[in-house]
């Protein structure tokens, strides 16, 4: 199975500044067809979690474009360019190549 | 719009049985994936599996594979979840969630809170 990491995990904001979460999978992401199968997750307190980012870099529909994700093969990062206070919860990457498809541990991101 | 609407909380007894259920709208049931996910008290995600609506095909992870039974109904766009004997170690936050093939679950239910215990 693929094992899923991140750092931090505990990221302390302030809201306008910019913030980052990394993430790095045990095996490359990236398939023969070009795309790396990596989303990224964030869970809002009580909530379910949505969909930000798919394949490494898409933007989900309806996801402001503060959010970003870049990265290929094992290695990923998650950028905010300026945290809002909506922002705040755990954020998760997932590997979506090959099951049974798994989570990183989640970086918990609230205001400072 | 899109919804997945899931069953109520449970509470039950250990070794009894439990299906939860999440009733898919306003999209083509029979043309996404649908992935059931655990969250246990204070944890991350865990992906349980998949089920193809359209022909029931389902991918179990091997973590989950012998204690849980993914099923649909088509007539009732609705999706379940059973489980034959439940243990305490199955109290959770369970999601279902689905996603057109790539993996990313683009729209999830409220969750049902499942307690086990005596």
């Known amino acids: 199975d693929i094992v899923m990491t991140q750092s931090p995990l505990s990221l302390p904001v302030t809201p306008g500044e910019p913030a980052s979460i990394s993430c790095r999978s045990s095996?490359?992401?990236?398939?023969?067809?070009?795309?790396?199968?990596l989303d990224w997750y964030l869970q809002k307190p009580g909530q379910s979690p949505q969909l930000l980012i798919y394949l490494g870099s898409k933007r989900a529909s309806g996801v402001p474009d503060r959010f970003s994700g870049s990265g290929s093969g094992t290695d990923f990062t998650l950028k905010i360019s300026r945290v809002e206070a909506e922002d705040v919860g755990v954020y998760y990457c997932m590997e979506a190549l090959q099951g049974p498809f798994s989570f990183g541990p989640g970086t918990k991101v609230d205001i400072k | 719009e899109v919804q997945l609407v899931q069953s109520g909380a449970e509470v039950k007894k250990p070794g009894e049985s439990l299906k939860i259920s999440c009733k898919g709208s306003g999209y083509t049931f029979t043309s996404y994936w649908i992935a059931w996910v655990r969250q246990m008290p204070g944890q991350g995600p865990e992906w349980m599996g998949v089920i193809w609506p359209a022909d029931s095909d389902t991918r179990y992870s091997p973590s989950f594979e012998g204690r849980v039974t993914f099923s649909v109904d088509k007539s009732v766009t609705t999706a379940y979840l059973h489980w034959t004997r439940l243990q305490p170690s199955d109290s959770a936050m369970y999601f279902c969630?689905?996603?057109?093939?790539?993996?990313?679950?683009?729209?999830w239910g409220q969750g049902t809170l499942v307690t086990v215990s005596s």
């Open positions: 095996q490359s992401l990236l398939h023969s067809n070009g795309h790396n199968y």
């Open positions: 969630a689905m996603s057109s093939g790539s993996g990313s679950y683009t729209n």
